[in-house]
């Protein structure tokens, strides 16, 4: 999920239509104002079911979850909501205060996102509660996980990759020159589409990648190439201020077993200018100077402590367009491709190790963790489909 900063045009709404009730459900109210709020929410983070029939069923199954919650008697703590908050934003690529007071300039109400986030953050420990005795998961059924699993990673991808600043001023024009770009017919096309648009080290190159295996790519982008042929391309992603292209060139099967990696540890150090030439520059100097992730640690020396960000998370913990150009990336690698803060900030992006998974324990708790996700979402949504058989549900 990508926050665009953009400004929305479109009428607004009357001071004195925003409480009308939209549908009511039980004894609570849908208003017009929740369901602008919630429009608005979900079109600067750039995500699926915005459309206003969308929201509102979306808003009536959140009336619902929070009068189980209600009668339940849960209650999340302080700590455990600020918690919740912190790993949403942390998807956006943004500290918690930034991402709300960024959600607040584009006229999103803090009140509206921390509800947002509390009540999916209770309902799922509601589901815990109610629902964690039965999760018990066979040595059989993690056996079959791990098999279907081993099997996708003997699948490797030829890719080309365009990926396109987008700072929020030109955020609008980017999103048509992608649609423009996911209308090529030939991989030649969209090379010199990657020479003219790209920021990556591939642009040259006409955004060519070399082979890849499919488990070293991040976990959203996956099931889209397994969806295409040779030479289609996918929908544009989102990402922060850029948006990505891919085109699947060749895929195949091969007998070599997939690495899995238990964590990946990269540092990200930010210049400021963002895309400019003397920013650009600085990061070519810095290049030359360091070796190794633990040089970056003297040139941040005497600066703010958020210009050099060094982490190791599992995989599937990395921001999205991080985790695209890590998979690129050999230890001491550095790629250049990123921005931050509305492409005021250059990320000079340097992959430092991948730990690798070679705990057969850790590889079946990981499965059975996942098969008691599977299986924990399956009676969240029957639970959600019977309270909605017995409610109240009305439109005015």
Not at 6 to 28: E, K, M
Not at 208 to 228: E, G
Not at 230 to 235: H, L
């Amino acid at each position: 999920m990508v926050l665009s900063l953009s400004t929305l045009s479109g009428g607004s709404l009357s001071a004195q239509g925003l409480f009308d009730p939209v549908v009511i459900v039980n004894d609570d109210v849908v208003t017009e104002y929740e369901v602008g709020q919630r429009q608005l929410f979900l079109s600067l983070l750039n995500a699926p079911g915005g459309t206003r029939d969308a929201v509102i069923e979306t808003l009536v199954d959140e009336k619902l979850r929070a009068q189980e919650i209600e009668r339940a008697g849960l209650e999340l703590t302080p700590e455990g909501l600020e918690t919740g908050i912190a790993e949403f934003a942390q998807r956006t690529g943004l500290p918690p205060e930034e991402f709300i007071a960024q959600l607040e300039q584009n006229g999103v109400e803090r009140e509206s996102f921390v509800s947002f986030v509390s009540v999916g953050l209770a309902w799922r420990e509601l589901i815990g509660a109610r629902f964690g005795r039965r999760l018990q998961i066979s040595d059989e059924e993690i056996d079959r996980a791990l098999g279907s699993s081993a099997g996708a990673g003997g699948i490797r991808v030829l890719l080309s990759e365009i990926i396109i600043p987008a700072p929020p001023e030109r955020r609008a024009q980017v999103e048509e020159i992608a649609q423009l770009i996911g209308t090529a017919q030939s991989q030649a096309e969209f090379s010199n589409y990657a020479r003219q648009y790209s920021a990556t080290a591939t642009r040259d190159a006409g955004g060519q990648l070399p082979w890849q295996a499919l488990t070293d790519l991040p976990p959203v982008l996956r099931p889209l190439l397994l969806s295409l042929a040779p030479g289609d391309v996918t929908e544009p992603l989102p990402l922060p201020d850029a948006v990505a292209l891919f085109q699947l060139r060749d895929i195949q099967e091969t007998s070599a077993p997939s690495q899995q990696f238990a964590s990946v540890d990269y540092a990200a150090y930010y210049i400021p200018g963002g895309r400019s030439a003397a920013a650009l520059s600085a990061a070519a100097r810095l290049r030359s100077e360091v070796d190794d992730c633990d040089d970056l640690y003297g040139t941040a020396k005497g600066q703010p402590p958020e210009v050099l960000v060094r982490e190791a998370v599992p995989p599937a913990n990395l921001p999205q367009d991080i985790a695209l150009e890590l998979s690129k990336l050999d230890p001491g690698e550095v790629s250049t491709a990123l921005t931050r803060s509305g492409g005021q900030s250059l990320m000079f992006l340097m992959l430092c190790g991948r730990t690798a998974a070679v705990n057969e324990d850790v590889a079946r708790e990981e499965a059975a963790a996942a098969l008691r996700t599977q299986t924990i979402n399956t009676y969240a949504e029957s639970y959600l489909a019977q309270l909605r058989a017995d409610a109240r549900i009305v439109t005015p």
